[in-house]
């Protein structure tokens, strides 16, 4: 199948199913369903989806099992987004071409909207593995690589360092290991997860965490290009937030032309570890270049 039909598809399919997860009752608590759905439901390029199930169907043909499992990494991913967003954090006015959540609903709302589609994920993923016919042992390895990769030694570490930690961020290294927990450790647990949903042996899992892990830092590096190139039409949110907040990014260490260099080789790179799987793999080479090359 042409790779921007299989996308398109997975897209679709994942769309519709995160419409069905946050309902908006008509109760007191009516505001947190308003504002959880504002972010979840503000369309993006769900590539942490993409990626599990595209992980996923390297071994397996029933992706309704994978999709509850794809979903829940949306709504921790839009969570982060609603929570870095706020003037504590990034302080950005606008996400995906709209207000922010804390500019829609106040600071208040936005925190607990964060918090509110941190625990849906968890909970989505748990009901999945109950009700769906899928090894329980594969679905709790694959929710528990998920928490960890969204917690303190994950995603909420890198936060950490990347706000509190710059004296601690002198070399390339240092910004590497900052990036592998604060937007690598969930792009490489989609794939994981994916995997181990999947059935994938440990050789199996080793390519598959090679690719994640590099795609991981390029898609990260193609950002911090994308911060000094882009446009608001373009990216959603302001250009330029980088050097507004005095972030180091890996622009500090290189010019455009090495990091743009630098996010061809790992992308190559990403896709040669997937050689094991042959053209079962053809989607996830596709999407590992369209995710490292993009101009939006």
Not at 62 to 71: G, R, T, V
Not at 141 to 165: H, R, Y
Not at 254 to 265: D, F, G, H, L, N
Request: aromatic fraction near 8%; charge should be negative; hydrophobic fraction near 40%.
């Amino acid at each position: 199948m042409n790779f921007k039909i299989w996308m398109n598809k997975k897209i679709n399919k994942v769309e519709e199913y995160l419409k069905s997860v946050v309902k908006e009752n008509e109760n007191p608590q009516k505001l947190i369903y308003e504002a959880m759905n504002y972010s979840l439901l503000s369309g993006g390029k769900r590539l942490r989806p993409l990626l599990l199930l595209g992980a996923y169907e390297l071994f397996q043909n029933n992706e309704d099992a994978a999709m509850p499992f794809a979903c829940a990494m949306e709504m921790i991913h839009t969570y982060s987004l609603i929570h870095d967003d706020l003037p504590a954090m990034d302080n950005d006015d606008y996400r995906r071409g709209r207000l922010s959540n804390h500019k829609r609903f106040g600071e208040a709302a936005a925190i607990l909207a964060g918090d509110g589609l941190l625990n849906k994920a968890f909970e989505t993923g748990l009901e999945a593995a109950l009700e769906h016919k899928i090894n329980i042992e594969s679905a709790l390895k694959a929710l528990a690589e998920i928490a960890g990769s969204s917690g303190s030694d994950g995603m909420i570490g890198g936060q950490v360092v990347d706000m509190f930690g710059h004296d601690k961020i002198s070399s390339l290294e240092d910004l590497k290991y900052m990036y592998s927990l604060k937007t690598g450790a969930i792009i490489k647990s989609s794939v994981t997860a994916g995997a181990l949903l999947g059935g994938a042996d440990e050789k199996e899992l080793r390519a598959l965490e090679s690719y994640a892990e590099k795609i991981g830092l390029a898609f990260q590096i193609e950002d911090d290009i994308l911060d000094v190139t882009g446009t608001l039409e373009k990216l959603g949110k302001a250009a330029g937030s980088d050097a507004a907040n005095d972030k180091i990014t890996y622009l500090t260490f290189v010019s455009i032309e090495e990091a743009q260099s630098t996010v061809i080789k790992l992308t190559e790179e990403a896709i040669e570890s997937l050689d094991a799987f042959g053209e079962k793999a053809a989607h996830l080479a596709e999407l590992a270049r369209y995710l490292t090359n993009r101009d939006h």
